[in-house]
C-alpha cells in the first residue's frame, strides 16, 4: 500500500510563504502524476496544482495561479509545492495525491486518484 506523507504546513501571515513537500517512503514516485488538492472547513475539496509524471507540465487552479510553483525532485523522491503570497483564503488542509497516469491528475479530479495522504494544515492568518 502506497502512503504519501506532506510535511511543511503551518501558521503563516497573509503575504507569507511556506514549501510544502510530499514523499512516499519505500515508494517511488518517478512514474506517477502528483497533485496538490486542499479541504477547508465547510467546502469541498478542490484541486490546486498537479506536476505530470515526466515532470514537464504543470497545472494550476485559477485561484493559485502565478502565486503557487509545483516541482518535483526525483532524486529526493519529493514534490514540492511552493506557496507564496498566501491569502487568508488559502487556509485549509492540504493533501498530496498520486495516479499512475495525467488524466485525473490534470483535470483535478480527486475521486481518481489512487493515493493519499492524510494532509497537513495550512493557516494563513495575522
Known amino acids: 500500500q502506497v502512503q504519501l506523507v506532506e510535511s511543511g504546513g503551518g501558521l503563516v501571515q497573509p503575504g507569507g510563504s511556506l514549501r510544502l513537500s510530499c514523499v512516499a517512503p519505500?515508494?517511488?514516485?518517478?512514474?506517477?502524476?502528483i497533485g496538490w488538492f486542499r479541504q477547508a472547513p465547510g467546502k469541498e475539496r478542490e484541486g490546486v496544482s498537479c506536476i505530470s509524471s515526466s515532470g514537464g507540465s504543470t497545472y494550476y487552479a485559477d485561484s493559485v495561479k502565478g502565486r503557487f510553483t509545483i516541482s518535483r525532485d526525483n532524486a529526493k523522491n519529493t514534490v514540492y509545492l511552493q506557496m507564496t503570497s498566501l491569502k487568508p483564503e488559502d487556509t485549509a488542509v492540504y493533501s498530496c495525491a498520486a495516479d499512475q497516469g495525467d488524466y485525473y491528475c490534470s483535470r483535478f479530479s480527486y475521486y481518481g486518484m489512487n493515493y493519499w495522504g492524510k494532509g497537513t494544515l495550512v493557516t494563513v492568518s495575522s
Open positions: 519505500g515508494f517511488t514516485l518517478d512514474y506517477y502524476a
